[in-house]
């Protein structure tokens, strides 16, 4: 088969979508010698080595950089349908758009991934000029792709009540993976480095993500507050670039017997160790999150044998199955109750960390790759 794969997420593409693509490119480069894939980049400005690497001097592989600002393609896609990706390219079997929009495309069969739909079912909790520009782009993307493939079967029923016109065969549900580096690791190398990169000295709770509304980061700063008290040596950790509600996210955690036990440590990304380390070191990690796709940090957190508290709402159950401690993010109280149950019950603790690792380890890349590549051979022969 002849693939594109429009890889411009690799580079301006942010947290989860970024690594998708990333991770999806390199399993299929490296997993289907007989496939020849076309990286399609769009973006305009970034560093694109991570491009070059992936690519490299692969001989199934080849890369097209069609550089227009966003600002000026996204009106042209949208309005007039140009240009078309096979003006490029060339022809070919399949054109997969890996993040939320995508170039136009004809002749092939058209494929998007749909990575959450919070801007469709919870505009309320995020931004609402992003809610809008998301709306209306997934709306023109919907009528011109062939397949979807949903993170989640969470999302696949979010995607088919917004378009009921839609076949559900259309939907196939593929969840993505999480990396080989999330591992347990030696205690003592743990704590040494955390002192060393991020002056943690201290137990700690654990939260990675983004530091905004929807993330429900307010309920772990009340349910932590609710506890605090209990666990004199505790701190929370929050990991995470500030987002939507961040003023008000800032303002809780300087608040009585929060203050000075919060530390908010900024983005930390997936190319060194200091994110396993983080989570290694963890007393337990926290993710009562209101509304998620699908989301990788529980469970990445799981493979590296720390304790899972998350929400009983959303695509989180299905995400960590019977592996986690699960909560109504809407009640601080269940939170606190649950983060002290996860501190002082050391059989549960030993329990989640054995269903954890064993749960963690199904959702691997190749295994994303594999399924996402049978769609494909699907899709082709259903023409």
């Not at 954890?356 to 051979?377: M, N, P």
Request: hydrophobic share 40%.
């Amino acid at each position: 088969m002849k693939i594109i794969l429009d890889g411009s997420d690799a580079v301006v593409g942010v947290r989860a979508i970024r690594r998708y693509t990333i991770n999806l490119i390199r399993e299929f480069i490296t997993g289907y010698p007989d496939d020849h894939f076309t990286v399609f980049l769009t973006y305009f400005r970034g560093a694109g080595q991570v491009i070059n690497d992936l690519v490299g001097s692969g001989k199934n592989v080849s890369r097209i950089h069609y550089a227009l600002p966003r600002r000026l393609s996204l009106p042209l896609w949208e309005l007039l349908g140009v240009p078309r990706v096979e003006w490029f390219t060339g022809p070919a079997d399949v054109f997969h758009a890996l993040g939320d929009d995508g170039p136009p495309v004809k002749g092939v069969v058209h494929i998007l991934t749909l990575h959450g739909l919070i801007y469709m079912t919870r505009p309320d909790l995020i931004d609402p000029a992003y809610a809008r520009k998301k709306r209306s782009w997934l709306k023109r993307m919907a009528g011109r792709a062939d397949y979807f493939i949903a993170v989640s079967e969470h999302t696949k029923v979010e995607f088919l009540n917004c378009f009921p016109e839609i076949d559900p065969r259309r939907v196939r549900v593929i969840p993505l993976g999480i990396g080989s580096e999330f591992r347990v690791m030696d205690r003592r190398t743990v704590q040494e480095k955390l002192k060393a990169a991020f002056q943690i000295n201290r137990p700690y709770l654990l939260y990675v993500g983004g530091l905004e509304t929807h993330k429900n980061i307010q309920g772990i700063l009340r349910g932590f507050s609710l506890v605090a008290q209990r666990h004199p040596e505790l701190d929370l950790v929050l990991a995470g670039g500030p987002g939507h509600g961040y003023a008000e996210i800032e303002a809780l955690a300087s608040e009585g017997c929060l203050r000075g036990r919060v530390k908010v440590i900024g983005y930390v990304g997936q190319e060194t160790d200091r994110l396993p380390l983080l989570y290694n070191g963890a007393e337990c990690f926290v993710f009562p999150s209101f509304s998620e796709g699908w989301t990788s940090p529980p469970l990445e957190a799981m493979a590296c044998g720390t304790p899972v508290l998350t929400s009983d709402i959303s695509s989180l159950p299905e995400t960590v199955g019977d592996a986690a401690v699960t909560v109504d993010p809407s009640c601080p109280e269940a939170i606190g109750t649950a983060m002290d149950r996860l501190l002082t019950d050391s059989t549960l603790r030993a329990d989640l960390r054995r269903k954890g690792l064993q749960h963690s380890s199904r959702f691997t890349w190749k295994r994303c790759a594999e399924s996402t590549h049978a769609l494909y051979r699907d899709a082709v022969a259903a023409r």
